[in-house]
C-alpha cells in the first residue's frame, strides 16, 4: 500500500516520505489472539494530524510514546470503512462495509497509510451527513467533549486557544452545555465569533492581555479552559500582585482546567521519573495548593489531559455532530494532500502551534463525500 514513512527522529522534511510498497497491515500481525478481538483493519480515508504525531517524531518522548522501530506510520486519528474484523467477537457493533472515525490508543501511529489497524475501542459509526474529512477532524478533537463535561449551566467560560483544533470545537460543546457566555482568545478573532465556533466575543492575543482587561475583572469568569499553556502563570502573576483575577478564586467556585503540565507546553521525557516530575509532582502539589491555603487568592487547579480509552468518548462527539450541535472545524489551508509535501507541510502546520481547527489529511480522493 501508499503510505507515510517516518525513517527516524527529527526533522519532517528530513525524516518523513509517502512511499509504495509499504505492507498492508491485517489482524495477524497481532500474535496475541486474545489482543486481536479488539482491533480492525480500516480502508484510511483521512487523518487528522495532533500535537501527540508531531511529538513522537520529535524524540523528546521516545522512551515513553517511540515507535517500536522504524520506519514506522504516523498518526493515529482517522477514518475510513471496515476492511477486516476479528474473528470469534461477536459483540463488536461493526460490519465490513461501515464508515467509521477512529482515535488513537496505545500511541499515535499507524494510521497515516491507504489501510489502518486501529483499536475497535475507540472507534464508532460515521453518522450520515458528515464526511470522512469532517469524522477524521471530530474523532481527534472529542477530548473537547470530555472537557466540556466540567462547565456548568449558567457558567462564564474562557477558553485560550480557541481556534486550535480542540479549541474550535471546545466552544461550540461547551455552549451545549449550557454555558451563558463564552470568550475565546485567539489571534483569528473574527473566525471565533463566526460560526460555527460562534463565541461571544474574543480576545486577541498580539493586540491585548485578556488577563489584564478591566471588564473581565470586574465580571470574572467562572472557568477558565488553558489549551494554550500559559494562564496558570498570568494568574500566578497577577496573584502576586495582589490585583483583581479574571477568573473567581477556588473559594468562590472558580476553576482553571488545562491540558498543559504546570511547568509549560514544552517538556521532554525519557523516564518514567521524568513524568513524575514533570506531570505528577507538580500537578498534585497545585491541585493541593489551590483547595486549601491558596482557594482565596487562585482558581481551582485541574490537569484534563487524561482521555478515557473508551467508545463514549467518540460516540458522544459524533452524536451531537449528528443533532447539529457540534460542527467539525477542518483548519482552511487543508485537507491536505496525501504526498509526501502534503503530509510534511501538515505536520509543519501542527508544530507552529497556529493551527486553525484541525489539520486534516486526506488519504482517499473521496474522503471529502
Same mark, same amino acid.
Not at 488545562?258 to 500537578?283: A, D, K, R, Y
Not at 501538515?346 to 486553525?356: E, G, N, W
Given at each position: ?207 491585548? !492581555?485578556? *488577563?489584564? /482587561? ?9 472557568? &477558565? $479552559?488553558?489549551? %494554550?499553556?500559559? =494562564? ?112 510534511? !507541510?501538515? *505536520?509543519? /502546520? ?9 489539520? &486534516? $489529511?486526506?488519504? %482517499?480522493?473521496? =474522503?471529502?463525500?
Amino acid at each position: 500500500m501508499r503510505a507515510a514513512q517516518g525513517t527516524d527522529y527529527g526533522d519532517v522534511g528530513a525524516v518523513m516520505s509517502v512511499e509504495d510498497g509499504v505492507k498492508v497491515p491485517r489482524l495477524a500481525d497481532i500474535p496475541n489472539k486474545k489482543k486481536r478481538r479488539d482491533w480492525m483493519v480500516i480502508r484510511t480515508h483521512a487523518v487528522a494530524v495532533a500535537p501527540g504525531d508531531c511529538r513522537v517524531l520529535s524524540g523528546i518522548t521516545r522512551e515513553l510514546q517511540g515507535p517500536p522501530s522504524f520506519p514506522y506510520v504516523p498518526c493515529g486519528d482517522c477514518s475510513g470503512v471496515v476492511a477486516e474484523l476479528p474473528e470469534g467477537n461477536d459483540d463488536l457493533p461493526f460490519e465490513v462495509g461501515d464508515r467509521v472515525a477512529v482515535r488513537f490508543v496505545e500511541g499515535p501511529r499507524g494510521a497515516l497509510g491507504e489501510y489502518s489497524l486501529v483499536s475497535t475501542k475507540v472507534a464508532d459509526k460515521i453518522p450520515e451527513g458528515i464526511t470522512f474529512d469532517e469524522a477524521a477532524a471530530l474523532a481527534s478533537a472529542s477530548p473537547a467533549t470530555v472537557l466540556a463535561d466540567s462547565v456548568r449551566p449558567g457558567e462564564r467560560v474562557l477558553v485560550l486557544g480557541a481556534r486550535g483544533g480542540v479549541g474550535s470545537h471546545l466552544c461550540q460543546v461547551v455552549r451545549d452545555r449550557g454555558a451563558s457566555y463564552v470568550v475565546g482568545v485567539t489571534r483569528s478573532p473574527k473566525d471565533v465569533v463566526a460560526e460555527p465556533i460562534s463565541c461571544d466575543e474574543a480576545v486577541d492575543y498580539t493586540r491585548e !492581555d485578556v *488577563f489584564s /482587561l478591566e471588564r473581565f475583572q470586574r465580571e470574572p469568569f467562572d472557568t &477558565v $479552559i488553558d489549551l %494554550a499553556g500559559y =494562564a496558570d502563570a498570568r494568574l500566578e502573576e497577577m496573584a502576586a500582585k495582589g490585583g483583581p483575577l479574571i477568573v473567581k478564586t477556588a473559594a468562590n467556585g472558580g476553576r482553571l482546567l488545562s491540558l498543559v503540565p504546570p511547568i509549560g507546553p514544552i517538556f521532554e521525557i525519557h523516564s518514567f521519573w521524568q513524568v513524575m516530575l514533570v506531570f505528577t509532582f507538580p500537578i498534585l502539589r497545585k491541585m493541593f495548593t489551590t483547595r486549601t491555603w491558596r482557594r482565596w487568592s487562585l482558581p481551582a487547579y485541574t490537569f484534563a489531559f487524561s482521555i478515557p480509552g473508551t467508545r463514549d468518548c467518540v460516540t458522544r462527539t459524533l452524536d451531537l455532530a449528528r443533532r447539529g450541535k457540534l460542527r467539525a472545524v477542518v483548519d482552511p489551508k487543508g485537507p491536505f494532500p496525501f504526498t509526501t509535501e502534503g503530509v510534511r !507541510d501538515t *505536520f509543519r /502546520l501542527q508544530k507552529s502551534r497556529h493551527v486553525q481547527g484541525k489539520a &486534516v $489529511i486526506r488519504v %482517499a480522493a473521496d =474522503a471529502g463525500k
